[in-house]
């Protein structure tokens, strides 16, 4: 009889750990399927916004090339500075590089109380690859005190598109900025085929990280990696899409100036550039990336040539590199219009 109660006991036993062991394996997997559901809805794509009906926008267009102009073309735009100001720029590779003189654009940046904003770079072998190094290269090039925004870090931003980037990886001090500026050295560029607002805003804002992760098309943001032409493309418009969205919304503001000088075919992040065989057209800026962005390869691809002054360079860049698509894939981002109204100033 008590052999016969043990062996109860036990098989009682026996039963109520199985029992535990197989809702504790229930309740695991309803934890990861949650999990995944979760990081599912977090990765979700955001609705595309691909049209923007019959309407045209408005770019301003002066070509004086002054610092006195470029404040001028600015209050153009109707739109008051509030809260904390940013204006982006490019700092340049080098002495040699043809990055915006300090004398041309700190007027504009005293007249709206802004900060000078950068990240750091990505390409390999860069002086301005570490925050330190950067600091001292942008002391030569006399921009006085410059904000490298992924000095202390990154943040996300959620992107529409999710093809190739799950989300757009920027410099952490965005975060500090109410109103931007994107100010803009338009010219061409290796890679993508020319440079301008839209570049500025994806690849100049995104963080060393962001950088790495832009030009692999969503491969890696550890090192460099180069994506397919179209891809790569694509990933800057809807990088630069993330940021426009960002400063589009809880009180926030961000107004784009691309500048027309120098118009090498190389960017100013080559440290050694092609001397620009196409002379300077003037400064145009709007509230709207892509009408800029347009107007601005219109005024190349429209140029007459003349003795010392040559398109065809950088013409043909942008054709090589297929450049013109980053203006396609934006505007069916919703990110602007390609249609515009040019307002000589």
């Not at 004086?64 to 153009?76: K, P, Q, Y």
């Not at 969205?245 to 080559?270: E, H, P, W």
């Not at 347009?294 to 090589?320: M, S």
């Amino acid at each position: 009889m008590r052999l016969k109660d043990n062996y109860q006991r036990k098989k009682c036993i026996f039963v109520a750990i199985m029992r535990h062991r197989v809702l504790y394996f229930i309740a695991i997997i309803t934890l990861v399927n949650s999990t995944i559901v979760c990081a599912q809805k977090s990765l979700t794509p955001l609705a595309y916004e691909p049209t923007c009906g019959e309407e045209e926008s408005v770019v301003y267009f002066t070509r004086d090339i002054s610092a006195e102009s470029l404040v001028n073309i600015f209050d153009a735009l109707g739109v008051e500075p509030n809260g904390r100001v940013a204006v982006k720029i490019s700092t340049g590779e080098s002495q040699q590089s043809h990055q915006l003189a300090p004398e041309l654009i700190m007027p504009l940046v005293e007249r709206v109380h802004g900060t000078l904003v950068e990240c750091n770079t990505a390409y390999p072998l860069s002086s301005r690859a570490k925050t330190k190094s950067h600091k001292k290269e942008v002391s030569k090039r006399g921009y006085g005190y410059v904000d490298i925004m992924d000095a202390e870090g990154t943040m996300r931003l959620p992107v529409r598109d999710t093809t190739y980037i799950k989300y757009d990886e920027v410099g952490s001090h965005l975060a500090n900025y109410d109103f931007m500026i994107d100010l803009s050295h338009f010219k061409g560029h290796a890679m993508g085929g020319f440079g301008g607002a839209l570049k500025n805003l994806s690849i100049g804002v995104a963080s060393r990280s962001g950088k790495f992760y832009i030009h692999s098309a969503g491969a890696t943001s550890s090192h460099w990696k180069t994506a397919e032409q179209d891809a790569f493309l694509e990933c800057m418009a809807t990088a630069a899409e993330a940021v426009h969205r960002y400063f589009k919304q809880d009180g926030r503001n961000i107004v784009y100036i691309n500048v027309m000088n120098n118009l090498s075919v190389d960017c100013d992040c080559d440290g050694h550039p092609a001397t620009p065989r196409m002379k300077d057209v003037g400064i145009l800026a709007s509230t709207d990336p892509v009408a800029l962005d347009k107007a601005c390869l219109d005024l190349v691809f429209g140029h007459e040539n003349t003795e010392g002054d040559d398109a065809g360079p950088l013409q043909e860049r942008v054709n090589n590199k297929h450049g013109t698509h980053i203006i396609t894939h934006a505007e069916r981002l919703g990110l602007g219009c390609s249609r515009y109204r040019l307002v000589k100033l």
